[in-house]
């Protein structure tokens, strides 16, 4: 037989196995090791001993929102450390705009920036005569300036939202949750070209940090979507050769409806879970329970940390999350709940229980996106009921101060568990919620193993994982977290040829800071190189 490409000389982590050699015919590996070596072949490659894995696979990101943002002013902690700080980039960049149009940034975070929120009346002194838009780090909040409040019908706030306001009553600027709908009018939809562009741009940068594949966590609508189009970006994206990357995207609840002719709860033309390809493809169903843990808005059963007022709320009804599950399990979707109070994940867990008993259905594969707040006792009914719980290592770094402040240390141990649910059997898979954090999947591999906040502290030492298997979380688990295990995950003969190439073992702890990615394959072609 004569394959497309051996590549050889290099230190293969197949997932089961290490070697030497990979061989690679129209996208597939076809061998291993010496079985490979041994091919003739149109091409080889000698990869210097580097170490080869298989591509990192995000299972919780957004993908064309990231993109679209790299154009915004960035007000993270790299950037800004005061309010002050926040108010002066919006400043500079106004001053490179016309008047009236919008400035936008996004990134901040009140828990390490001094002087907390920016306000309003900081962004009308920062910006006068500018539409002016701060977005929180979580993406679960936003700050506006009374240029764009004014444009607000503040008298019918959604449910599952508020606008913040100060002692006499005032609006702060400080948009929570659902409010945050109110600026749809002025900013949705986002423009095909724009999602596009963004998915070029964001795509690109994944390859750089050897992602392959990527689980998109909510397009069409809700809180997270881009446009009711956003499916056809993807596929516009796809025709020009810039989507770069597997992209498996999660519908928002919201665009789902009864369908006629008994079909059930769905997309129109009867589309769910699983249409499309191995390049592009319709995932899960994606549904808002709650809130932020860093923002102290996600749903708990005891107060924050020093608010002794303050539980969180739901972002929609706890009676509506249960019927919308079950509508969704019964008409075939995957269903991927986003759920970060402890409140929340019970309420979750009760509905996913309950649409289970009702229509029984093996494998179903239905999930707990981020899961940040998983008590014991709910800890062993995930398990029970085979989910998928979808936590963001990289969180325990850039937002662990943040989420020990509002837990208490009573609840530090219970704080986006990873051994725990390997112990319990869960497979586990690993993602990002970038932009959330930085999503580079080597950082995250390092966080899951060391579970250090950004100030040094230990957050939950107990949920730390071995290398290997904050490797396998970043591949196998992702790829079976989006039924895609069968062509992802691993490198073995009649998968994809999906890998990223390394300059150290990512395997090794002792190398975690000093690995690169020196090269990024899809279907077996070199598609990026240091």
């Known amino acids: 037989m004569r394959v497309d ?14 070697t030497a050699a990979l061989a690679v015919l129209h996208g597939r590996i076809v061998a291993v090791g010496e079985d490979a070596e041994g091919l003739s072949a149109r091409g080889r490659v000698d990869l210097g001993g580097a170490v080869v894995v298989p591509g990192f696979h995000d299972a919780h990101n957004h993908m064309a929102h990231f993109g679209i943002g ?9 950037h800004c450390k005061t309010v002050d700080d926040v108010y002066g980039a919006i400043a500079r960049r106004a001053a490179e705009l016309p008047p009236g149009t919008w400035v936008v940034g996004r990134g901040y975070d009140q828990n390490k920036l001094d002087g907390g929120h920016p306000t309003r009346q900081g962004l009308d002194r920062a910006a006068p005569g ?103 970006a993807y596929q516009l994206a796809r025709d020009r050769g810039v989507l770069r990357v597997r992209s498996t995207v999660m519908v928002a ?24 390809d191995d390049r592009l493809r319709i995932g899960a169903m994606k549904l808002f329970a709650d809130g932020s843990l860093i923002g102290r808005t996600c749903a708990m059963h005891e107060p924050f940390a020093g608010e002794p007022d303050n539980v969180g709320y739901f972002q929609v009804p706890e009676d509506e999350i249960a019927h919308t599950i079950l509508l969704a399990h019964e008409a075939g979707w995957q269903i991927a709940t986003h759920a970060i109070g402890d409140r929340a994940v019970t ?49 325990v770094n850039e937002l662990g101060d943040g989420m ?49 906040t950004a100030s040094g502290e230990l957050l939950g030492p107990d949920e730390r994982l071995t ?53 990024t394959a899809v279907g077996g072609e070199l598609v990026y190189e240091a």
């Open 347 to 395: 309420v979750v867990l009760d509905a996913y229980e309950a649409a289970l008993a009702h229509s029984p259905r093996a494998d179903h594969r239905h999930r707990i996106e981020h899961c940040a707040v998983l008590s014991p006792i709910e800890l062993t009914r995930l398990a029970k009921l085979g989910l998928i719980a979808s936590p963001q290592g990289r969180f």
């Open 404 to 452: 020990r402040a509002a837990l208490g240390p009573e609840r530090e141990a219970w704080c986006y568990r990873l051994r725990s649910l390997l112990d319990a059997g869960c497979v586990l898979p690993a993602s990002s919620d970038r932009p959330v954090v930085n999503g580079a999947p080597l950082l995250g591999i390092a966080d899951m193993v060391r579970r250090r």
């Open 253 to 276: 609840a919201s665009v789902l409806h009864e369908l006629s002719d008994g079909a059930g709860f769905g997309l129109d033309l009867g589309l769910r879970t699983g249409f499309g």
């Open 5 to 18: 490409t051996v590549y050889e000389n290099a230190r293969v982590l197949t997932g089961r196995k290490r």
């Open 130 to 232: 500018y539409l002016v838009r701060v977005k929180h780090t979580s993406e679960h909040m936003v700050v506006v300036n009374t240029a764009v409040l004014e444009r607000l019908d503040l008298a019918n706030v959604p449910p599952g939202g508020d606008v913040v306001r100060d002692a006499d009553g005032s609006p702060t600027g400080l948009l929570r949750e659902q409010a945050q709908l109110l600026l749809r009018p002025l900013t949705f939809p986002v423009p095909l070209e724009s999602v596009v562009r963004g998915l070029d741009r964001a795509s690109a940068r994944y390859l750089s940090e050897g992602i392959t594949s990527v689980q998109e966590a909510g397009v069409g609508g809700g809180l997270v979507g881009q446009t009711p189009a956003e499916l056809a």
């Open 467 to 519: 290398p290997e298997e904050a490797l396998r979380a970043y591949t196998y688990g992702s790829a079976y977290a989006a039924f895609a295990e069968q062509d992802l995950g691993t490198l073995e003969p009649g998968k994809l040829a999906d890998f990223a190439v390394l300059s150290a073992d990512v395997t090794d702890a002792d190398a975690l800071d000093d690995v690169r990615v020196l090269a």
């Open 70 to 78: 790299l154009d915004e002013v960035q007000l993270g902690v790299d």
